[in-house]
């Protein structure tokens, strides 16, 4: 991607960012957004080709820059990982129910499980788990993200990973 193409979307994503927190996600039209981020619709349309992908590339960039961190620091612990995870939505509360109030449940559940198959590949390099098993260790973890959110954080994350290490079974 080219740095102009680049620089567009991060004006188009602050827009949106900037107008949520006046207006609600549905609500919000594409014209609004370009207006607030100076660039034409043109432009958008050359980037996106709806609001809702704004929220997913914004998305998938997170959990690739996420990866990288993980990388960074070399934590070879699931758990660990884990731990950093749903620290991530904890400092960021607004982030996940943005997501759930924009009805893109299903992609942020997509995109995570995509992020656990990188995850578990990284920790457990020779455990080889077919497809549809890190679909369902994925839509365990995200309904418990999804629980743990809804209720405001108020369990500790230690007690969270506790429960995945007894209940999700991820053994090389």
């Known amino acids: 991607m080219n740095k102009k193409s680049l620089k567009t979307q991060h004006q188009i994503e602050n827009a949106l960012f900037s107008l949520l927190k006046k207006h609600s996600y549905n609500s919000l039209s594409v014209s609004q957004i ?5 660039v034409s619709r043109m432009a958008f349309y050359r980037n996106y080709e709806q609001k809702d992908q704004i929220l997913i590339t914004f ?3 997170q959990y690739q820059k996420f990866i990288d961190d993980l990388s960074g620091h070399k934590l070879t612990s699931f758990e660990d ?3 950093v995870y749903f620290k991530f939505f904890k400092d960021h509360p607004d982030l996940m129910k943005l997501f759930l109030n924009a009805g893109l449940e299903g992609e942020l559940l997509n995109q995570q499980t995509n992020f656990l198959k990188e995850l578990i590949n990284y920790s457990h390099p020779n455990l080889n ?4 098993a890190i679909s369902y260790q994925s839509g365990g973890i995200y309904m418990l993200l999804v629980w743990w959110v809804g209720h405001n954080y ?4 230690s007690e969270l990973l506790s429960y995945i290490e007894n209940h999700i079974v991820i053994n090389s």
């Not at 788990?129 to 549809?132: A, T």
């Not at 108020?154 to 994350?157: A, M, T």
């Open 34 to 38: 370009t207006k607030h981020a100076g």
């Open 59 to 61: 998305l998938r960039d």
């Open 81 to 83: 990982q884990l731990a």
């Open 129 to 132: 788990l077919p497809p549809y």
């Open 154 to 157: 108020q369990k500790p994350v």
